[in-house]
């Protein structure tokens, strides 16, 4: 009986502690968390916006991503001050960038009024593109890395580059030149929409899952 309590006891003591992968974190990494969380903002803000159709949420949404922009910069500065990196940082990094310059710019662009099936099927792809970026810099990143550890350029252009069509959709709204009154029209072809304007999202996908080097500054 007092054998069978010990082994309780000691299953017990090697059960994890709350929030112990909390505690494994690095500065960096809070900052990396920051940009999941302006990321999920800015989704939060379209779905009120659709609900509402008060343009200042398209603006917060595109702000919100603006953000996420500026805490991806700083975990990587953070991460070189301290000189702390590990394997899970650059986990969290990618995705929150796929919330943030993935998933965010297509339900803005979504919301704005590219909600044709073709539109819908371009979006997809986009977010499909950057997915396969991420995964490609993860496990290339140490290929590419020179004798500093330091990675000299990108293959493909950097998801974050997402957030030029995230601006564009902010100067959309500012004109009103949303939903029926989107840049370009609409196209119909078998019955189904394409706005010509969703084109530029295809072209940023396209560029993140080519060869060509972009120089990392």
């Known amino acids: 009986m007092k054998q069978a309590q010990k ?12 929030f112990s992968m ?13 940009n999941a969380v302006s ?3 800015a989704l939060f803000s379209m779905l009120t916006y659709l609900q509402t159709h008060d343009v200042k949420h398209v603006y917060f949404a595109c702000g919100m991503v603006l953000a996420a ?44 009024g ?20 991420l995964a490609r810099y993860n496990v290339t990143a140490d290929a590419l890395s020179a004798e500093d550890g330091k990675v000299k350029y990108f293959e493909g252009s950097p998801i974050p580059t997402s957030l ?5 959709m902010f100067l959309a709204a500012s004109q009103g030149a949303l939903q029926e009154s989107l840049w370009f029209g609409k196209i119909m072809f078998a019955g189904f929409t394409l706005h010509p304007l969703v084109l530029l999202f295809a072209l940023s996908g396209s560029l993140m899952i080519s060869r060509i ?5």
């Open 69 to 112: 922009l500026v805490f991806d910069v700083l975990d990587g500065r953070v991460a070189r001050w301290r000189q702390k990196s590990s394997g899970l940082g650059r986990e969290l990094d990618s995705l929150a960038d796929i919330i943030s310059f993935g998933v965010a710019p297509a339900v803005i662009a979504y919301g704005c």
């Open 22 to 34: 909390i505690r494994e974190f690095q500065l960096a990494d809070w900052f990396t968390l920051a």
């Open 164 to 168: 030029l069509l995230v601006m564009m």
């Open 213 to 217: 080097r972009f120089p990392k500054f």
């Open 114 to 133: 590219m909600q044709g099936l073709y539109d819908r099927i371009v979006l997809t792809f986009f977010v499909a593109c950057g997915v396969s970026r």
């Open 7 to 18: 082994k309780v006891s000691a299953g017990t003591h090697s059960l994890p502690k709350p």
């Open 39 to 41: 990321g999920t903002g």
